[in-house]
């Protein structure tokens, strides 16, 4: 059984070794910043990030789109359009380069 925060456990009893190094930091930190970082963010810190983790192993596929509503299904078809448009021989090569079976 765990807290209301689903980070605190109830009962210190029985738990694996390592809980202590989640419970050693302040209540209000994040529990894994660096994933709470990378999930919550808007596309700036993922790809600065990653970019600095992969180095020349970081490519972002990043085509024009515009501001299309996001909860209007209306938009569907032109993103489709922009998608199927979209030039992805960049990007597989790039695959293929870095990531291919050697």
Excluded: C, H
């Excluded at 600095?52 to 970081?58: K, M, Q, V």
């Excluded at 922009?82 to 050697?102: C, D, R, V, Y």
């Amino acid at each position: 059984m765990v807290s209301a925060d689903n980070i605190r456990p109830e009962n210190l009893k029985n738990l694996p070794p390592n809980w202590g190094v989640l419970l050693d930091r302040s209540p209000n930190e994040p529990l894994l910043p660096f994933l709470q970082m990378i999930a919550g963010g808007n596309g700036y810190y993922e790809s600065m990030v990653s970019a600095n983790l992969l180095g020349d192993r970081f490519f972002r596929l990043d085509p024009r789109i515009p501001n299309f509503s996001k909860t209007d299904p209306a938009v569907v078809p032109a993103v489709i359009e922009i998608a199927n448009k979209t030039n992805l021989q960049p990007a597989i090569q790039f695959i293929e380069k870095n990531w291919g079976s050697k």
